[in-house]
Each structure stands twice: as structure tokens, then as C-alpha cells.
């Protein structure tokens, strides 16, 4: 019902900044929580962050609070995911995702995860 596209990936190097976008289809744009995972090669996918459908709540992965932001625009139905500070750990590929509840997006649980784009690569080097 709801269709994710990522978009914004590509290399950069550590220390660097990178911007994810993800387009939503859904209509009712503000009534869907929103977040992202990763997965790196050889690794489980990951939670990395999400927000909740009124933006008034954030949820972040230990391992990049203070570097990522997420964010959303209603009036392009976008949410982002704003990276900084690159390690090379953070190399992944990034999921958008989208929740029917606020607390399915903050448990980070990927069981509860709604809707899933098709994922953009971030490739940090060293």
C-alpha cells in the first residue's frame, strides 16, 4: 500500500556528510511513524533511526546518536536521514521504512517494520 524509494547514497570519506532521502507514497503522510535500518555486507540488519508520525519524537541507535538526524517534510511526503560525521563502520545499505504506529517504529524491532524501500549504499572509506 504505502511505496518507499531511497535516494542520496554514494562513497564519501570518513568525516564526511551524506543526506538520505526517502519518498513516500502514502497519501496520509503524517499518520505513518517513519525510520531507517542498514545492513553492512555480511552483517543483520540493523535499526538506525525513526520518528514519529507528528515529527514530535525521535529514536536513535547507540551507535550514531549525536551524528545522524532524522527529519521529515509534510509537504513533499520525505523523510530524511541526515549523516555526519562518517565512519567507515556506516557503510551499509539504508532502508526507509515506514510504521503503522509511533511504537512499532520506536521498539527499533525490524519484525515491525510496515513497509520497506529497496535501499540506497553509503560507503564510507577510510
Known amino acids: 500500500q504505502v511505496q518507499l524509494e531511497e535516494s542520496g547514497g554514494g562513497l564519501v570519506q570518513a568525516g564526511e556528510s551524506l543526506r538520505l532521502s526517502c519518498a513516500a507514497s502514502a497519501r496520509t503522510f503524517s499518520t505513518y511513524a517513519m525510520g531507517w535500518f542498514r545492513q553492512a555486507p555480511g552483517k543483520e540488519r540493523e535499526f538506525v533511526s525513526a520518528i514519529s508520525g507528528y515529527g514530535d519524537a525521535t529514536y536513535y541507535a547507540d551507535s550514531v546518536k549525536g551524528r545522524f538526524t532524522i527529519s521529515r517534510d509534510y509537504a513533499k511526503n520525505t523523510a530524511y536521514l541526515q549523516m555526519n560525521s562518517l565512519k567507515p563502520e556506516d557503510t551499509a545499505v539504508y532502508y526507509c521504512?515506514?510504521?503503522?504506529?509511533?511504537?512499532?517504529?520506536?521498539?527499533?524491532?525490524?519484525?515491525?517494520?510496515?513497509?520497506w524501500g529497496k535501499g540506497t549504499l553509503v560507503t564510507v572509506s577510510s
Open positions: 521504512t515506514a510504521y503503522t504506529t509511533t511504537a512499532q517504529a520506536m521498539s527499533g524491532n525490524r519484525a515491525r517494520v510496515d513497509y
